[in-house]
T-cell receptor, first 110, second 113 residues
Framework: RKEVEQDPGPFNVPEGATVAFNCTYSNSASQSFFWYRQDCRKEPKLLMSVYSSGNEDGRFTAQLNRASQYISLLIRDSKLSDSATYLC???????????FGTGTRLKVLA | DGGITQSPKYLFRKEGQNVTLSCEQNLNHDAMYWYRQDPGQGLRLIYYSQIVNDFQKGDIAEGYSVSREKKESFPLTVTSAQKNPTAFYLCATKKGSENEKLFFGSGTQLSVL
């Protein structure tokens, strides 16, 4: 089992739709969780950190489910500019490593 | 202008040649990382450094070498021992404590001639 797994997609959704991605992780003691956004051939950029209580930033909501070992990202009212690859990142305990998922590709269609 | 500077943006390597990718930061971050990304794949860790004059191998260190003589700089050398070097290379930094987010440079695309 991979340490961090994501559905590669692509998820093709119309503008204005709500879309959700999940990311599962194998190490139950993982400590920190992040969602990054990456455009084609660009560097990843932090979208949001994921906190135990869940957190929201505008149209984006992130949640953590420790019991089932997954994190989720919900995007409401999708925009064309949301088209990108979304990377899930997990940090195992006692290490400075960051484990990246392979990413989920989102295409928002006009 | 604060940030992470990677250079060059594009680099071509001949067979048997060593090449060095530059990563410089003025964020005063303690930790620096090198990742490799292949098309359609996630980022894989090559090397990381938590403090000056110290670095650790990541998951795919073979064929690569690094140095950390200054806090601001973490150059990556792709040696001739790396048989499949074509990839997008990303440098990242973070503040000293654990669980902080990573900041990335704009990347270097390395190709083999």
């Amino acid at each position: 089992r991979k340490e961090v797994e994501q559905d590669p997609g692509p998820f093709n959704v119309p503008e204005g739709a709500t879309v959700a991605f999940n990311c599962t992780y194998s190490n139950s003691a993982s400590q920190s969780f992040f969602w990054y956004r990456q455009d084609c051939r660009k560097e990843p950029k932090l979208l949001m950190s994921v906190y135990s209580s869940g957190n929201e930033d505008g149209r984006f909501t992130a949640q953590l489910n420790r019991a089932s070992q997954y994190i989720s990202l919900l995007i409401r009212d999708s925009k064309l500019s949301d088209s990108a690859t979304y990377l899930c990142v997990v940090t195992p305990p006692g290490t400075y490593k960051y484990i990246f998922g392979t990413g989920t590709r989102l295409k928002v269609l006009a | 202008d604060g940030g992470i500077t990677q250079s060059p943006k594009y680099l071509f390597r001949k067979e048997g040649q060593n090449v060095t990718l530059s990563c410089e930061q003025n964020l005063n971050h303690d930790a620096m990382y090198w990742y490799r990304q292949d098309p359609g794949q996630g980022l894989r860790l090559i090397y990381y450094s938590q403090i000056v004059n110290d670095f650790q191998k990541g998951d795919i260190a073979e064929g690569y070498s690094v140095s950390r003589e200054k806090k601001e700089s973490f150059p990556l050398t792709v040696t001739s021992a790396q048989k499949n070097p074509t990839a997008f290379y990303l440098c990242a930094t973070k503040k000293g404590s654990e669980n902080e987010k990573l900041f990335f440079g704009s990347g270097t695309q390395l190709s083999v001639l």
